[in-house]
């Protein structure tokens, strides 16, 4: 007679097997899914760049695609912020756009491959523009600002070095 606790084990044992099976293929199925919910929230918030951005950037005078951004010096800048209301609520658009994109990367709601391939070097030619903004800001207010977007061009600026091997300015990657 066969022994019966013996085909019980053997049952046992490939239903552990089998379900172990089930759930590392749901995990990566979560995962995939995951992955690609994170590519469709960051594609769609880049998508909004060019509706948001374009006039705010444009009416500001610093020309992001013709290497026009540093062009003003602090105090021209803090005139402008003073005197001219559009300029600053157009600068603070640019900021917070660029800060809210570090915000969900950093905290795993965007994809950061995906962003960097869509932004990378105009992230870092707005932060470089946007350095001498950062300063005022943070003078007038006693608070850091845009903390996540400086980690963001930290951490593409760091991208770009490992990448290569050697160090950059952004001019050598226009």
């Known amino acids: 007679m066969m022994n019966w606790e013996l085909i019980t084990n053997?049952?046992?044992?490939?239903?552990i097997i089998v379900g172990l099976i089930q759930l590392y293929l749901v995990y990566k199925q979560f995962k995939v899914q995951n992955d690609w919910q994170k590519k469709s929230a960051t594609m769609e918030y880049l998508k909004t760049y060019p509706d948001l951005?374009?006039?705010s950037?444009?009416?500001t005078g610093l020309n992001l695609f013709e290497k026009e951004l540093p062009t003003l010096s602090s105090n021209e800048l803090k005139r402008k912020l003073i005197e001219e209301p559009q300029f600053k609520a157009d600068l603070m658009s640019v900021a917070g756009y660029f800060e809210y994109l570090a915000l969900g990367i950093i905290n795993g709601y965007f994809d950061e491959f995906t962003a960097q391939e869509y932004f990378h070097l105009l992230a870092l030619r707005v932060h470089e523009g946007l350095t001498d903004y950062f300063k005022i800001r943070e003078e007038q207010t006693g608070r850091p600002v845009c903390n996540n977007f400086k980690t963001l061009y930290n951490s593409w600026r760091m991208t770009k070095y490992l990448t290569t091997g050697k160090k950059f300015e952004i001019s050598q990657l226009l």
Not at 10 to 15: K, Q, S, Y
């Open 53 to 55: 951005l374009k006039f």
């Open 57 to 59: 950037v444009n009416s």
């Open 10 to 15: 053997i049952g046992v044992l490939i239903g």
